[in-house]
Each structure stands twice: as structure tokens, then as C-alpha cells.
């Protein structure tokens, strides 16, 4: 079902003090906002932030990537049931950085979104394209291929627990945001590829790339994005905040 969702995502930033400071001071400034609010912590900050957001319940954990087998000889990896042990809720898969870095392929991540459904971890799945494919005129191409091999195998009744990300990779971390005409077109064209797949394009999905305070509202305010996915701008709570706020004065 589709819902405003604004999540953030702190990458390799945040030791357990400031998550628990950082949490706290973001409660009390988004009491009231409509749209659901997700935080994506490293995995060392997920046991804190869950014990600093626990009694509010305003905002839902997530972790920033997992491995899609249940355990075995996989050293450094951490498993889907190692998330849901200590309550987290959402995982980031499929983010750039780690296509980039860590040679994450369309394939992993389609495991990794199994994996995660069938232990009621949510999927925040990233798709995007290169600014290369962009000036190639490559766009539609690389994300509708990106999701449709993604969801192989899934069933429209899972898309009720995915939530999708379209972060197109020259606008992450850069400053760059696409403008929300761009933002929304690509957005479509994902849904429409979810719907060809599944015959319902019932599902979230984000714009992440260098969202802030002054973008927030334009593109979330589109007719196709559900909300956003924010790196830099959640890991300060005033600053992340303004953008859960994106809808009030
Ligand atoms: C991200 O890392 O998912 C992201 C969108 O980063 P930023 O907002 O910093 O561009």
C-alpha cells in the first residue's frame, strides 16, 4: 500500500551516544508528523537506537544491508534472523554504495529481498542510474531492468513490505538533486514496470538523492513519490526533521 514514508539513511556515521542523543532530540521534534519515520544505523547502533525509540514507537529501526543466508562460514556477515533478534524492522538492500564498493549485483539483491520477507524484515530496495546512463539516455532502461530482476520470484502481495528507492547515483551525496519533474518521471516508470510484473503498482516509492529541508515538499508533494531516502541530511535531528516536516508550516 502505498504510504509517505521519510527514511534516513546514516551510512558509516554515528557511535551509540550520539545515536541515543541524536534519536531522542529527533522524537521530540517530529510528535505529529503524518508520514512514517525510518532510520537506517550501522549495525553496531541498532540494539540503541532501538532502546532509545522503543517507548515513543515514532520511529522504526532499519539496518543498512544483511547477508541472505540464515548462518554458516560467511566471516563479517550478519544474518536476517541477527537483525530480527534484536528488533529491527527495515533493511536497506541493494543501496549504491554498495553495487559501487562491494560488488552487490542485481542477483544478491534479489536474494536478499527473499531473504528478508521471510523473516518480516521490510525491504528498502535502491535502484538508480549512473550519471553516464543518464547522458546515454539509458535511464528508463536501467531501472526498469534493475526492479524487474529485483522482484524475480515475488508475488503482488508482497509488495505491501517493500519500499522502494530511486536514487539516482549523481545525485547521492553530491548536492545535486533531480528536479522533481525528473524525480517523479523516473518514479513512474518504475511503477509502471511493477505494474506490468505484478498488475498493481501499489507500492512506496522514495526519492533519495541529497534531499534537504528546501527540496523536501517539491518532490514529495509529486503525484508518484511516496516520500524520501536522506543520507547527510538525517544525521542531524533539526535538520532531518524539517524533512519528516516537509508538510507543515
Ligand atoms: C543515500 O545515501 O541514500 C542518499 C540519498 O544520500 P544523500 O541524501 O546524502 O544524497
Redesign the pocket.
Known amino acids: 500500500m502505498r504510504r509517505k514514508i521519510v527514511a534516513g ?1 546514516w ?1 558509516m556515521n554515528m557511535l551509540p551516544d550520539a545515536t541515543m542523543s541524536v534519536l531522542e532530540e529527533l522524537q521530540t521534534l517530529i510528535e505529529g508528523a503524518t508520514a512514517e519515520v525510518v532510520v537506517c544505523v550501522p549495525f553496531t547502533d541498532l540494539n540503541y537506537a532501538y532502546y532509545a525509540t522503543q517507548e515513543k514507537k515514532t520511529v522504526h529501526i532499519g539496518a543498512q544491508n544483511m547477508h541472505w543466508e540464515e548462518s554458516g562460514a560467511y566471516t563479517g556477515e550478519i544474518s536476517p534472523s541477527m537483525l530480527t533478534a534484536i528488533n529491527c524492522e527495515y533493511v ?1 538492500i541493494g ?3 554498495r553495487r559501487q564498493y562491494f560488488a552487490e549485483t542485481d542477483e544478491t539483491v534479489n536474494k536478499k529481498i527473499k531473504a528478508a520477507l521471510a523473516h518480516n524484515l521490510k525491504p528498502i530496495v ?1 535502484v538508480g542510474e549512473t550519471l553516464e546512463q543518464r547522458e546515454a539516455g539509458e535511464t528508463v532502461n536501467v531501472i526498469t531492468s534493475q526492479i524487474h530482476n529485483a522482484f524475480e520470484g515475488l508475488e503482488a502481495k508482497d509488495l505491501d513490505n517493500i519500499v522502494v ?1 530511486y ?1 539516482p547515483i549523481w ?4 548536492g545535486k538533486t533531480a528536479t522533481s519533474e525528473e524525480a517523479n518521471d523516473a518514479i513512474k516508470e518504475i511503477r509502471n514496470q511493477i505494474e506490468k510484473d505484478f498488475s498493481t503498482g501499489d507500492i512506496s516509492i522514495l526519492y ?4 534537504k529541508p528546501e527540496n523536501a515538499k517539491e518532490l514529495f508533494t509529486t503525484s508518484d513519490i511516496d516520500g ?7 544525521l542531524k535531528a533539526d535538520v532531518f526533521s524539517k524533512i519528516v516536516n516537509y508538510d507543515k508550516e
Not at 524520501?228 to 538525517?234: E, I, P, Q, R, T
Open positions: 539513511n551510512k536497506i543501496h549504491s554504495e535502491c528507492a536514487e545525485a547521492i551525496g553530491t533519495g538523492g541529497s534531499v524520501g531516502l536522506v543520507g547527510g541530511a538525517s
